[in-house]
């Protein structure tokens, strides 16, 4: 299965709503995960279930779909949101892909 | 609460090998089964596998066939990967994570610091 995200970089002011993009070849149906990582650090996981905060993540992050359609959106940007977004389909496993990322910067 | 903390980085010549140590502490480390993924430098993320911490059993993704080996210390609660004939191309991130069942599916939930290597004359 490959993972397709878009935009490969989305540039946001301080504040402002951003929506990201995940596509996959076929349907995951709602097994997909979103990661945020901040550079230097290690992934962090975010969304799962496609919709399901993981614990102690800010209800600024939501995340919909199912299939092969998938968006996260995240409401009001701060300033340790800058980072870079990776989806992961998880339904067909081994292997576990990812997309590419998508690099929220500060505009 | 669940750690892992992995160990530091290394600097190798190319044809040697090195051996990269996740340890797992906050819970039983034989419950849950651990992945290794590779980030090249400015590039994403690539799963390389993953081994049952319960059975010792690797599932290697492809491209990662025989000069990886994922291997495990039950008794120290640590995950290994090998790689052997180094090549310039395997600098990267390497990082350990480990994976909860949801409803039969795998879910990657926390992952290790990362460990740099470099393979560099």
């Known amino acids: 299965i490959v993972m397709t995200q878009s935009p490969a970089t989305l540039s946001v002011s301080p504040g402002e709503g951003a929506t990201l993009s995940c596509r996959a070849s076929?349907?995951?149906?709602?097994?997909l995960a979103w990661y945020q990582q901040i550079p230097g650090q290690a992934p962090r996981l975010l969304i799962y279930?496609?919709?399901t905060r993981a614990t102690g993540i800010p209800a600024r992050f939501s995340g919909s779909g199912s299939g092969t359609d998938f968006t996260l959106t995240i409401s009001s940007l701060q300033s340790e949101d800058f980072a870079v977004y990776y989806c992961?389909?998880?339904?067909?496993?081994?292997?576990?892909?990812f997309g590419q990322g998508t690099k929220v910067e500060i505009k | 609460q669940v750690q892992l903390v992995q160990s530091g980085s290394e600097l190798k010549e190319p044809g040697a090998s090195v051996k990269v140590s996740c340890k797992a502490s906050?819970?039983?480390?034989?419950?849950?089964?651990m992945n290794w993924m590779r980030q090249a430098p400015g590039q994403g993320l690539e799963w390389m596998g993953w081994?049952?911490?319960?059975?010792?059993?690797?599932i290697y993704a492809q491209g990662f066939t025989g000069r990886f080996v994922f291997s495990l210390d039950t008794s120290v609660s640590t995950a290994y990967l090998q790689i052997s004939t180094l090549k310039a191309e395997d600098t990267a991130v390497y990082y350990c994570?480990?994976?909860?069942?949801?409803?039969?599916?795998?879910?990657?939930?926390?992952w290790g610091q990362g460990t740099l290597v470099t393979v560099s004359s």
């Open positions: 994570a480990r994976h909860v069942l949801i409803s039969e599916k795998r879910l990657i939930d926390y």
């Open positions: 076929q349907s995951v149906r709602s097994n």
């Open positions: 081994i049952n911490t319960n059975t010792g059993k690797p």
């Open positions: 906050g819970y039983t480390f034989t419950t849950y089964g």
């Open positions: 279930g496609a919709s």
């Open positions: 992961q389909q998880y339904n067909n496993w081994p292997p576990g892909t």
